[in-house]
Each structure stands twice: as structure tokens, then as C-alpha cells.
């Protein structure tokens, strides 16, 4: 039997109101005025008039609050169906409770205070207009006669025929079952849209025929949801009202927390996957860890109270709000001063007297173009400054105090919801590929934007107020949380070299990209800024940022000069052929010099930003692999696990002859993906760099062509540390010609590019080694004076150099002839070696040496007058002036028999420490530290031939040694260290007496 028949013969065994009522009490076992589901069953079944599941299904239907239980109107109303209906009609006969009053007077005739039916229906038959006939005044004490003694008393009445705020609210509420219904609500009552609802504009929408509320019910509604009396319902109050429960809960929340840094640090501390916002999962144990319990109603009733630009998720902003109505209320009036986004962009401009375009409270309290009052102020930070650190930028000024402005964004946003549809939306907008996308281009694009969205992406992103947006400033508006965050970063960044310095040192494993691990554990960033660079930083979604993505978002002049670099390359063909036009020279590498001089249309932040991102190894130049890795970046990466398959060009093309399966010289990307174990995104990655003629095929030259396209790696050391008694070395290269490197204070690792430089300098036909002179010490600073005087001691540096180092280089190396090279500190080692007459030749790169003097409280001109050999002194803007020309060195070896050799070069465009540790990409320094460099190589190129070696370059008659009295060939290697320093003595007193002599 279906549900209705239950109830068609449940009514035809009770036809009448009498029988309904006796029935309803004979249930009612415990006699507390309600029907349990259980006392239901037993009652219905007793007799054997139905079954348990019908008696079940009976329940069902007359439970219509879904409380658990039956009360006597519910019953009735099982019964009688039309009763409540009619007595909803019957109310709108009476206007107000003074009609109820007077109605109830002129129809208890006896004056004892209650109505009988029987006095009710006199009244009527009485009355002119009998506006109540007998199934209604039925319906009326059906549902009103509460205490069921047949009679209605004025409470009873009053009940019935006025709606109590509980029955219209919970009525209301019926008709919006969810929390989703409330807010969509909200918004349809709102019909002028100022975020609150009046009177009139409830009174609209109830007693339309869909609600159908009478205007009575309507006000009672609006009374009891202006909690504040100030004529108006806020979505707030909306919500308490539909939610009764919520506002309670709000409330308890407030309580809870003391002020608002507690609530943001609450905030962060509930905020576990740290995105930014709390998902209800979240905001769940947010409101279990007060202490109290919540049905999931209530948690979703302050979701949708605090969730207020409809994502599903609660940020920080809005969780303020949530928690500082105060403020809220506060930020509300002030918005009502502002008729458009100019207007507060405009009142940004005229409070920020730095013009930094962040306001301070300070700033803002004492700047002439303020407009606000200090409970103003304090609700504008405390609502306004999202990232809570302390200032406001246009972005959270314009949000606060404009919001519609957001709304719009936060609608557009959520159409690109990660960072490379960003970039993608924002070329396809970029028409004229100029670098910027202008209203005109927004307004006629196929995208569709409203009037009001564009102007609400220009008012937030147009900083610069040039009428146009750029990238970066697009990035900007739709990520404003990170973007800035990422503002604020940029500042702590100078150049690019303490971007990539940075890089480096959070890099821990060299693998040339940063995980959140590693960046959580480098303490460089906090947990935001964190978040703010893989959001702007990771644009391949991989969980990792390279170098390129790192220096692209703190140094984003990188990402314009990228995209304008390689906006005309479509493949491996193309990226050749440019790299061939750039190198002048031909010698396979791109300088920055050849940049600048070719004529192109790049800048030099753009030159800078290329070399900062494509130097891979490091040294100041680009060779073809990594030109095309910067052209075609994702590709390459595929393109280098490829090719270890391929090992020779003949196993290439062998390759491609079983790909062509139809031997029609072509390979199809469905060939090639039959063929090969390859997946699609490498199949797509040959034919984006290899099909260069774009016919969507490639032939066998375009196949060798991306095959043979390497994928650059960073420098790795060419050399191999070496153990001689007790001393380290790095050695590399080999010959007989021996450069011995005196390091920096950075000491013997190669934390500087010292090895790097070195590998170079082998390249030239030189065994290069680099002793360890410090030990097992870690580097210092050089203006550290104790840990200088600590490692400076030349009683045993010297006897490094007698006992250990000169006789591995004379006789295990074999040696002919031998250069000294000292950087920095290492200038002082190099200086004091100069005075042996085994070596050669001495090039110095930024020397401390009359630092190192002044600690060490010794004689600079004796130490520089014991220097026997040609001396190349190449000096910074900032190093000492007894170094440069005209200094004292200078002055010193320009007396001495070898002074003609010596060479004394200033570079004033770079500061010390350019050849080990400046940035490469830097053109002034990558240019300064290559002709450092060949200055060397060409000094130490005429200074360390050997006798009997052959010139294959110059006609002329081999180079005798200048010191003829020491052949390094003839010294044995038990020579003790009293013999070799009688013969230094000797050579010292020989070349002073030179000195004095001219």
C-alpha cells in the first residue's frame, strides 16, 4: 500500500475531529503531548489495522519538522491536510494583533475568555459578511484548540491567527532548506545591491505568489532579523536569522580569541596545507578545538557567513571580517563614500607621501590627504591588511574600501586558476605582441569582459597608471596575495647576483632546482613567502623551481626579456640560425658584447637577464647548447634524456630508416609513436624543436638536427685534489709549465669560481695547481683580523712551500718554469713566493695584501721589496691605492731590474671579488673578468718559456732562463731546506743590489 492509501484509510477509520483527537491521546502513551515514531508503530498496529511499515510511513509524512516526533497540530494536520492551509488564509483576514484582539472580544459572547466552537459559529452566522464558513472554523479548532478541551482561550487565538516569529521565521526557513539557498537568497532580496535588505525590499519578495507571506509575516520576519534596529538585515543577520544557531557559534568564536593577531595566528595555525584559506575540513577543527560541538549545519553556516566571495573556502581577509563585525561595520560605512575604484586609487596616492605605494598606520595618521578618523584607520588595517604585515599596498587598499572591484577579479581568477593560463590569457590579449595588453585589446578580445572588469583589472594593475599592463603587473591583480609578497621580496634584491646567490645556497643538493623542503629548511623565506614563489614561481606545475622560474619571479625583468628573446622561435632550426647571426666572432660563443654590438633590439637588462639564465656553467659566455636551452627550455630537457638512446650519428639515422616504416623519408608523429617506446609529450617535444619547415613531418636532416641538440649541464671540475704529504691540491691540466693558484680567504673548496678559472687556464697548455694553504680551516673574512693573523703565519706557510710543495712540483711534475697567480688574500702568498727565484712570474687579481700587512703588523715596503720576478697587478675600484699605479708596489718594481715587465691595470667598472664571485651575467663584470683572464694567459705567455723549448708560434732562437744560476733539472729531491734557503738568500741579495745599483 503506498503512503497516500495509508493515510486515505487512516482518515476513513477517524472521518471526524473528535475521533483525530482521541486518537492522537490514546497514542500518546507517556502523555507529554507528543508521539514518538515507537508509540506511532504500537498505536497503528494494535488493532491489526496496519502494518509496522505502514505506521512507519505514516510517521514520515506527519513529522513535517523533522523533530523525531508527532505533536497534536502535526497529527491533525495528517488528518486534516487542509487545515493549516486554511488557517494560513484565515490570518490574512486579520491586519494586525489589535484585529486579533478585537475579533476574539466580538466572538466570546459569554465573556469567559474562550471561544466555543458553537460561539464561533453564532458569531459568524451573525456577522454580515460570514468571511469564515464551517470548514474552516473546523480547520481553526483543529489546529488551534492546543490543550484539546474543545475550546479556544485568547492565548490559543492569538497564537493562531498571529504568526510567531518562530513560526514565520521557521516557515521562511523551510522555504530556503539549505545554507546555500540562505546566501542566494540574500543576494535575491538585495535588489539594489548594497548588501542589505530593508523593509520594502523584504516585503517584495515574501509576498510574491511564490512565498506568499503575508505582509504581516513579512515584518514580524524583518523585526526579527534587524538585530541591530538600524532598519536594515546585513548578510550577517540574514544568516543568524535562517541559522539561528550561527550567530551563537560566532559569537563563542569571538570570544575565544582576544584580538586580531590571535585570530590570524589562529588562522595560520588551522591553515594545515598552508594555501591560504580553510576548507570547511579545516574549519571544522578550528571550532572543535574551542572546546564546543557543531552539527555539520552549523559548520556550514559559518562557512557560508565567513566564505563571502563564494569560493568554498575561508581566507584570511574573510576570516577577519568574520571575527571583527566591529570593523566590518566600520569598513561599511566608509565604502559608501566611494562611487568608483579612481576615487580610491586616487586617495592611495594623496595618503602615500613616500610614494613606495605601501601606507603605514603611521603614514596614514599623519598624511595631509587622509580622510579617515582612528576607529577608521584601526578597522581599514585591521580588516585591509591581508598579509598581516603591518602596511597596505593599492591592491589590499583598493580591496577594502572597494570590494566590488574584487569580486570582479575573484570572479576572473577563478576562470585561470593556475599561473600558466595566467601568462597564456594574458598573450592571447596581447594583440600587437608589444608587451602589454591595453583596455581597448581586454574590450576586443573573444574573452568576454565586462566594462566593470576591465576597469577593475586597471584600476588594481595599472600601477605605473601608463594606460597599459604589463605581465607583471597583470600577475599581479590575479594573484594579489603573492604578487605582493613577491613586491616585497624584490626589494631585498639588488641585482641579479644575490638572486642567484641565493639560489645556490637554498639548493643544497645541486640539482639546479629548490623543492619546498629544501626552501622551508634554508630559513631564506618564511612559510608565505614560500607559498607566494611556488604560486608565481613553479609555471610547470612540477613541485620544484629551477633557476629561470626562481629569477623570474624576483628578478622579473628575466620572464619580459625571455618571452620577447624567444616570441619568434618555433624550432631547433630557428634557434641555430640565431644563435649563428649573434656570434660575430664565430667562435661558437655569444658575449655580452656581441649582444649589445649586434644591433638587435634587446636592452641590456634583457642581455643581462638572458646571460643570467642561460650561463648554465657559469662563465661569463653562451655556447650553442645553452642558447638552445634557453629558446626552448621544456623541449631540450626531453630532447637530452632522448638521445642517450642515440650514442653516434650513425645510429641516428639507422634509427630513422625503422621509424619511416613507409620509407617515404618522412617520419609522421604517428609513426613515431608506433615505432618507439616514446610518450606523447616526447614525441611532441622532436616535433616542436625538429619539425622546423612546419609540415608536420620530419625528415632525416631535421631528425639529426634535434638529435645532436644537446642539454647544457653547470661546470664540474675538470680536475682532481691530490694528497702530498700533508697538503691538498687541486690539480689540473698537464705540461711543464706549472701555474701555482695562491686561493682567496674563501678558502681551498671552490666555493668561489676559482677551480672554474683554473680549468681555463689549463685549457692554455698549463698544469694549474691550487694548494690548500689554509688547512683544514674553513674560509673567513678578510676583515676578521685574529682569524687572518691565524692563518697568515708565514714561518709556516713557508715551509709548505720549501718542504712540500716546490719539491712535488720539481721533481714528481717535472717542472721548467713556474707562475705564481694570488686573488686576495691568496695576493699575499703569491707576493711572498715572488721573492724565490724558482718561479717566474707573479699575476695578482685584487690584492689585500696591505690588509693582510696591517694585521700581521709587518713592513709593506720590505715585503714588496724582496719581489724579484714581473709582476702583473690588476686592481678594482675599491682596492687599496698602494696596489694600483703610482702606489707603492708600483713605485717599488718600477725601480727594479725587471720593472719594465712588470704591468699595473685599474678597472674602475667593478668592485673586488668580480673574478672569483661576481655575477657573470652582469655585462661589465663578465667582460672585465674575461680579459682578466687572457691579461694572465698573455702575461705569463712570454715570462714562462723554459730553455730549449721549442717556439712553434715565433722564428726565433729558444728562450734562455733569466736565472741562469738555477736549473730546476739539476736540483735533486733530497736537497735539504738549509741549502735552499742559502740559495733564496743569495738570489735576494743579488737583486737588491740590482735595485740600488739603477
Known amino acids: ?148 478541551d474543545g475550546e479556544i482561550d485568547f492565548n490559543e487565538f492569538s497564537k493562531l491567527m498571529i504568526p510567531s516569529v518562530s513560526d514565520v521565521v521557521a516557515k521562511f526557513r523551510y522555504s530556503h532548506r539549505s545554507v546555500a539557498d540562505v546566501k542566494i537568497a540574500f543576494h535575491k532580496y538585495d535588489t539594489n545591491g548594497d548588501q542589505k535588505i530593508d523593509r520594502g525590499e523584504l516585503r517584495k519578495a515574501l509576498t510574491n505568489y511564490k512565498l506568499n507571506f503575508t505582509e504581516q509575516e513579512a515584518d514580524i520576519i524583518f523585526t526579527a532579523g534587524d538585530a541591530d534596529g538600524d532598519g536594515e538585515i546585513n548578510y550577517e543577520e540574514f544568516m543568524a536569522l535562517m541559522c539561528p544557531d550561527a550567530g551563537a557559534i560566532v559569537q563563542k568564536f569571538r570570544d575565544t580569541y582576544k584580538n586580531i593577531s590571535d585570530v590570524k595566528a589562529a588562522f595560520k595555525r588551522f591553515d594545515k596545507n598552508r594555501d591560504g584559506s580553510l576548507s570547511k575540513t579545516e574549519m571544522s577543527r578550528m571550532m572543535f578545538s574551542t572546546g564546543h560541538s557543531f552539527t555539520d549545519v552549523e559548520v556550514d553556516a559559518i562557512m557560508n557567513l565567513g566564505d563571502i566571495d563564494g569560493d568554498g573556502e575561508i581566507d584570511l581577509e574573510e576570516f577577519v571580517q568574520l571575527m571583527s563585525p566591529g570593523a566590518s561595520y566600520t569598513i561599511a560605512k566608509i565604502r559608501s563614500c566611494f562611487k ?131 605581465l607583471e603587473e597583470f600577475i599581479g591583480v590575479m594573484y594579489p596575495s603573492a604578487s605582493t609578497i613577491a613586491n616585497r621580496l624584490r626589494a631585498r634584491y639588488i641585482n641579479l647576483n644575490d638572486v642567484k646567490k641565493d639560489f645556490s645556497s637554498i639548493d643544497t643538493n645541486g640539482d639546479g632546482k629548490i623543492s619546498r623542503e629544501e626552501m622551508s629548511l634554508s630559513d631564506t623565506f618564511n612559510a608565505q613567502e614560500i607559498d607566494a614563489l611556488f604560486t608565481l614561481g613553479d609555471s610547470n606545475n612540477d613541485g620544484e623551481i629551477d633557476l629561470e622560474e626562481f629569477v623570474g619571479v624576483l628578478y622579473p625583468m628575466v620572464a619580459q626579456a625571455m618571452f620577447k628573446f624567444t616570441k619568434d622561435i618555433h624550432s631547433v632550426d630557428d634557434a641555430r640560425f640565431m644563435f649563428s647571426q649573434l656570434d660575430k666572432d664565430g667562435d661558437g660563443l655569444l658575449s655580452m658584447e656581441e649582444l649589445r ?18 650561463d648554465i656553467n657559469n662563465d661569463g659566455e653562451i655556447d650553442i647548447n645553452e642558447f638552445l636551452n634557453v629558446m626552448c627550455p621544456a623541449a631540450t630537457t626531453v630532447i637530452a634524456r632522448i638521445r642517450s638512446q642515440f650514442p653516434t650519428p650513425l645510429d ?48 632525416l636532416k631535421e631528425f639529426i638536427a634535434v638529435m645532436t641538440t644537446t642539454n647544457p649541464v653547470p661546470y664540474s671540475e675538470g680536475g682532481e685534489v691530490v694528497q702530498v704529504k700533508d697538503l691538498e691540491i687541486y690539480k689540473t691540466g698537464e705540461g711543464v709549465k706549472v701555474i701555482i693558484w695562491c686561493h682567496d680567504i674563501a678558502g681551498f673548496t671552490g666555493v668561489d669560481r676559482i677551480r672554474q678559472l683554473a680549468d681555463k687556464m689549463a685549457t692554455f697548455g698549463y698544469l694549474v695547481l691550487i694548494p690548500n694553504f689554509i688547512s683544514s680551516q674553513e674560509g673567513g673574512n678578510i676583515y676578521d683580523g685574529e682569524y687572518i693573523k691565524s692563518v697568515s703565519d708565514w714561518s709556516k706557510l713557508r715551509d709548505i712551500w720549501v718542504e712540500t710543495l716546490y719539491p712535488y712540483i720539481r721533481d714528481t ?26 718561479v717566474n712570474a707573479c699575476a695578482v687579481v685584487n690584492p689585500s695584501t696591505s690588509i693582510v700587512v696591517e694585521y700581521l703588523q709587518e713592513d709593506l715596503y720590505e715585503l714588496y721589496e724582496e719581489v724579484s720576478i714581473p709582476q702583473l697587478y690588476i686592481t678594482a675600484r675599491d682596492d687599496c691605492p698602494n696596489e694600483k699605479q703610482d702606489g707603492l708596489a708600483y713605485r717599488i718594481f718600477k725601480s727594479c731590474v725587471f720593472g719594465k715587465q712588470c704591468e699595473f691595470q685599474d678597472l674602475p667598472d667593478v668592485y673586488a671579488g668580480y673574478f672569483l664571485e661576481g655575477d657573470r651575467s652582469v655585462e661589465a663584470i ?22 730549449g723549448e721549442i717556439i712553434v708560434d715565433e722564428i726565433q732562437e729558444p728562450v734562455k732562463s733569466r736565472f741562469s744560476d738555477i736549473d730546476l733539472k739539476h736540483h735533486s729531491s733530497d736537497c735539504c731546506r738549509m741549502c735552499l734557503e742559502v740559495r733564496h738568500q743569495a738570489n735576494k741579495s743579488e737583486l737588491r743590489s740590482g735595485v740600488r745599483s739603477s
Request: proline fraction near 2%.
Open 1 to 148: 500500500m503506498s503512503e497516500s492509501g495509508v493515510v486515505d484509510k487512516f482518515r476513513r477509520l477517524y472521518p471526524n475531529l473528535d475521533q483525530v483527537r482521541e486518537q492522537f491521546v490514546s497514542y500518546d502513551e507517556d502523555k507529554d503531548g507528543r508521539i514518538t515514531r515507537e508509540e506511532m508503530e504500537i498505536g497503528m498496529t494494535i488493532n491489526k489495522d496496519f502494518t509496522r511499515e505502514q505506521a512507519k510511513a505514516a510517521f514520515e509524512l506527519a513529522d513535517s519538522n523533522r523533530d523525531g516526533v508527532i505533536d497534536v497540530s502535526e497529527f491533525i494536520q495528517l488528518m486534516f491536510p487542509s487545515a493549516k492551509e486554511l488557517v494560513i488564509n484565515i490570518r490574512k483576514l486579520f491586519r494586525s494583533p489589535e484585529d486579533v484582539e478585537r475579533k476574539f472580544n466580538n466572538w466570546d459572547s459569554n465573556k469567559d475568555g474562550k471561544i466555543t466552537f458553537q460561539e464561533m459559529q453564532e458569531a459568524i452566522l451573525k456577522s454580515d459578511s460570514q468571511f469564515l464558513n464551517n470548514d474552516e472554523i473546523n480547520a481553526i479548532f483543529a489546529v488551534g484548540d492546543l490543550d484539546q
Open 340 to 470: 568608483s575604484i579612481e576615487e580610491v586609487k586616487q586617495l592611495f596616492k594623496e595618503i602615500d607621501t613616500d610614494s613606495d605605494g605601501l601606507l603605514s598606520r603611521e603614514e596614514m595618521k599623519n598624511s595631509p590627504g587622509n580622510k579617515f578618523d582612528e576607529e577608521e584607520i584601526d578597522a581599514i588595517y585591521e580588516l585591509g591588511d591581508s598579509n598581516g604585515d603591518d602596511v597596505l599596498d593599492v591592491g589590499e587598499f583598493i580591496a577594502i574600501l572597494f570590494p566590488s572591484a574584487g569580486e570582479a577579479l575573484a570572479k576572473l581568477s577563478r576562470n585561470f586558476p593556475n599561473i600558466e593560463q595566467v601568462k597564456q590569457l594574458f598573450h592571447n590579449l596581447d594583440f600587437d605582441n608589444d608587451g602589454s595588453v591595453t583596455k581597448a585589446e581586454m574590450l576586443d578580445s573573444s574573452i568576454r569582459f565586462s566594462p566593470h572588469e576591465v576597469e577593475a583589472i586597471f584600476a588594481l594593475g595599472d600601477i605605473n597608471d601608463d594606460g597599459a599592463i604589463d
Open 597 to 614: 654590438k649586434c644591433g638587435t633590439k634587446f636592452n641590456s637588462k634583457e642581455i643581462e637577464a638572458l646571460f643570467a639564465v642561460g
Open 652 to 699: 641516428i639515422e639507422a634509427c630513422f630508416n625503422e621509424i619511416d616504416m613507409d620509407h617515404d623519408g618522412m617520419i609522421s608523429k604517428c609513426e613515431m609513436t608506433q615505432f618507439s617506446n616514446l610518450n606523447e609529450q616526447e614525441v611532441n617535444a622532436i616535433f616542436d624543436l625538429g619539425d622546423a619547415d612546419r609540415d608536420g613531418q620530419i625528415d
Open 813 to 838: 711534475l717535472g717542472a721548467k718554469s713556474i707562475g705564481v697567480v694570488g686573488v686576495g688574500w691568496g695576493a699575499y702568498l703569491a707576493t711572498r713566493l715572488s721573492s724565490y727565484g724558482e
Open 926 to 947: 663578465a667582460i672585465q673578468a674575461k680579459r682578466t683572464l687572457n691579461s694572465i694567459i698573455a702575461f705569463f705567455k712570454p715570462l714562462l718559456r723554459y730553455q
